[in-house]
C-alpha cells in the first residue's frame, strides 16, 4: 500500500525503512504535521500515518477521503487527535498501535519522580559551576511513602508494580479494575487516592469526560506538597489551576512530558524562537517543576514496535479489511 507518513523526523524514517524491509509498503515521508492545509500532500497514498499532534478533523479527513485515503494508521496509542465520526462516515478505518514499550513510559515516570524528589536537574547544573552546597537538594525516601496511580493499564500497571518495589504503597484509581493489580497495590475512590497519596501519577488516556481530571477542586482534595506525574495526555490537567497549586505549595512538585497546548510546542527546535505561551513559561520558573517534551514513549524498543505494528496493521486492512488494532 502506498502509505503518506505525516510529521516524520529523522528516527521515524530510519526505523520505519529498516522495518518495512518485511512489509514493502511504499512509504513517502512528509515533514508537516497533517492539517486541512498540508492534507493534499498524501497525494495519491490509501493510506496516511500520523502521530499524536497531527490534526485528524473532520475537515481533513474530508480532503483525505476525497483524495481516495481509505486508512488511518496511527503511530501512537492514543486516538483523542481523530474525529471517530466523521471517519465512520467516509468509511475510514483507524487502526493504532495500542502498546509498543509501556516499559519506556513507565521507566521515564520513574526517571521523573527521582529527579524530581532528590533534584537531580538542579545539582547537574550546580557541581558543572563548583558549587557543591547541598542546600535546597534535600529529597524524602520513596520506601514507605504512598503513590496513587490513575489508570491501571498497561502503563500503570508497571509504574505501579515498580514504585512497589521500592517500597511503596501502591493506591489506584480505575473504573476498570485490573485483578492482578492487587497482588502489590490497592482499589480506593479516586477522592481517597486524592487524599492519602504522596505521589499521583496519571496513566489514563484522555476523553471528553476526564478533560482537566486535575483541577481547582481536585486539587483542594491533595496532600499538601504532594508530587504530581503526568506522561498520559496534557488535556487531563488543568495547567492554570496547577500554577495557582504551585504557588500555594499544595503541589509540591510536577513534572509533565505532555502539556494541553504542546502541539504549538514538542518535537520542534524551537531555541531561536520567542515562545508566546506565558502558562508555559510561567511553569519553566518554577525549581519545583520538570517538563520533558513528550519523551515518554522514546526508547529504541519503542520506536521498533512501533514501526513493526503499524506496518502489519496496514498489511493486515490490506489483505484482511479488518485489523486487530482497528479503533472502533
Ligand atoms: P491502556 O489503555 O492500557 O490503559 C488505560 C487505563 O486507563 C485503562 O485501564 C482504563 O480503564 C483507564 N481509564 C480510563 N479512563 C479513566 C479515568 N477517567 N480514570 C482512571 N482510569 C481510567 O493505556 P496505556 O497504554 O497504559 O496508556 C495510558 C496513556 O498513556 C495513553 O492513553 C496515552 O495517553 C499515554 N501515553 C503517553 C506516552 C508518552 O510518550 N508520554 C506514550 C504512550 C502512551
Not at 524498543?301 to 498489511?315: G, K, Q
Given at each position: 500500500?502506498?502509505?503518506?507518513?505525516?510529521?516524520?523526523?529523522?528516527?521515524?524514517?530510519?526505523?520505519?525503512?529498516?522495518?518495512?524491509?518485511?512489509?514493502?509498503?511504499?512509504?513517502?515521508?512528509?515533514?508537516?504535521?497533517?492539517?486541512?492545509?498540508?492534507?493534499?500532500?498524501?497525494?495519491?497514498?490509501?493510506?496516511v500515518c500520523?502521530?499524536?499532534?497531527?490534526?485528524?478533523?473532520?475537515?481533513?479527513?474530508?480532503?483525505?477521503?476525497?483524495?481516495?485515503?481509505?486508512?488511518?494508521?496511527?503511530?501512537?496509542?492514543?486516538?483523542?487527535?481523530?474525529?471517530?465520526?466523521?471517519?465512520?462516515?467516509?468509511?475510514?478505518?483507524?487502526?493504532?498501535?495500542?502498546?509498543?514499550?509501556?516499559?519506556?513510559?513507565?521507566?521515564?515516570?520513574?526517571?521523573?519522580?527521582?529527579?524530581?524528589?532528590?533534584?537531580?536537574?538542579?545539582?547537574?547544573?550546580?557541581?558543572?559551576?563548583?558549587?557543591?552546597?547541598?542546600?535546597?537538594?534535600?529529597?524524602?525516601?520513596?520506601?514507605?511513602?504512598?503513590?496513587?496511580?490513575?489508570?491501571?493499564?498497561?502503563?500503570?500497571?508497571?509504574?505501579?508494580?515498580?514504585?512497589?518495589?521500592?517500597?511503596?504503597?501502591?493506591?489506584?484509581?480505575?473504573?476498570?479494575?485490573?485483578?492482578?493489580?492487587?497482588?502489590?497495590?490497592?482499589?480506593?475512590?479516586?477522592?481517597?487516592?486524592?487524599?492519602?497519596?504522596?505521589?499521583?501519577?496519571?496513566h489514563c488516556?484522555?476523553?471528553?469526560?476526564?478533560?482537566?481530571?486535575?483541577?481547582?477542586?481536585?486539587?483542594?482534595?491533595?496532600?499538601?506538597g504532594v508530587?504530581?506525574?503526568?506522561?498520559?495526555?496534557?488535556?487531563?490537567?488543568?495547567?492554570?489551576?496547577?500554577?495557582?497549586?504551585?504557588?500555594?505549595?499544595?503541589?509540591?512538585?510536577?513534572?509533565?512530558?505532555?502539556?494541553?497546548?504542546?502541539?504549538?510546542?514538542?518535537?520542534?527546535?524551537?531555541?531561536?524562537?520567542?515562545?508566546?505561551?506565558?502558562?508555559?513559561?510561567?511553569?519553566?520558573?518554577?525549581?519545583?517543576?520538570?517538563?520533558?517534551?513528550?519523551?515518554?514513549?522514546?526508547?529504541?524498543?519503542?520506536?521498533?514496535?512501533?514501526?513493526?505494528?503499524?506496518?502489519?496493521?496496514?498489511?493486515?486492512?490490506?489483505?484482511?479489511?479488518?485489523?486487530?488494532?482497528?479503533?472502533?
Amino acid at each position: 500500500m502506498k502509505v503518506a507518513l505525516f510529521g516524520t523526523k529523522p528516527y521515524d524514517e530510519q526505523f520505519f525503512t529498516e522495518a518495512n524491509e518485511n512489509y514493502n509498503h511504499e512509504l513517502l515521508f512528509l515533514e508537516p504535521h497533517l492539517s486541512e492545509k498540508t492534507a493534499i500532500l498524501a497525494q495519491d497514498a490509501t493510506a496516511v500515518c500520523v502521530f499524536v499532534n497531527d490534526e485528524v478533523s473532520g475537515d481533513t479527513l474530508k480532503i483525505l477521503a476525497e483524495q481516495g485515503v481509505k486508512l488511518i494508521a496511527l503511530r501512537c496509542a492514543g486516538y483523542n487527535n481523530v474525529d471517530l465520526e466523521t471517519a465512520k462516515e467516509l468509511g475510514i478505518k483507524i487502526v493504532r498501535v495500542p502498546a509498543y514499550s509501556p516499559h519506556a513510559v513507565a521507566e521515564h515516570a520513574i526517571a521523573l519522580i527521582l529527579t524530581l524528589n532528590r533534584k537531580i536537574h538542579r545539582a547537574f547544573y550546580r557541581v558543572r559551576e563548583g558549587n557543591f552546597a547541598l542546600n535546597g537538594l534535600l529529597g524524602f525516601d520513596l520506601y514507605g511513602r504512598t503513590v496513587g496511580i490513575i489508570g491501571t493499564g498497561n502503563i500503570g500497571y508497571i509504574t505501579g508494580q515498580i514504585l512497589s518495589g521500592f517500597g511503596c504503597k501502591v493506591l489506584a484509581y480505575d473504573p476498570y479494575p485490573n485483578e492482578s493489580f492487587s497482588n502489590f497495590g490497592e482499589y480506593v475512590s479516586l477522592d481517597e487516592l486524592y487524599a492519602r497519596s504522596d505521589i499521583i501519577s496519571l496513566h489514563c488516556p484522555l476523553t471528553e469526560e476526564n478533560r482537566h481530571l486535575i483541577n481547582e477542586t481536585s486539587i483542594t482534595k491533595m496532600k499538601p506538597g504532594v508530587m504530581l506525574i503526568n506522561t498520559s495526555r496534557g488535556g487531563l490537567i488543568d495547567t492554570k489551576a496547577v500554577i495557582t497549586g504551585l504557588k500555594s505549595k499544595t503541589i509540591g512538585y510536577l513534572a509533565l512530558d505532555v502539556y494541553e497546548k504542546e502541539s504549538d510546542l514538542f518535537f520542534e527546535d524551537l531555541s531561536n524562537e520567542v515562545i508566546e505561551d506565558d502558562v508555559f513559561q510561567r511553569l519553566l520558573t518554577f525549581p519545583n517543576v520538570i517538563i520533558t517534551g513528550h519523551q515518554a514513549f522514546f526508547t529504541e524498543e519503542a520506536l521498533t514496535n512501533i514501526a513493526n505494528t503499524t506496518l502489519s496493521n496496514i498489511t493486515e486492512i490490506e489483505t484482511t479489511n479488518t485489523c486487530k488494532n482497528l479503533v472502533q
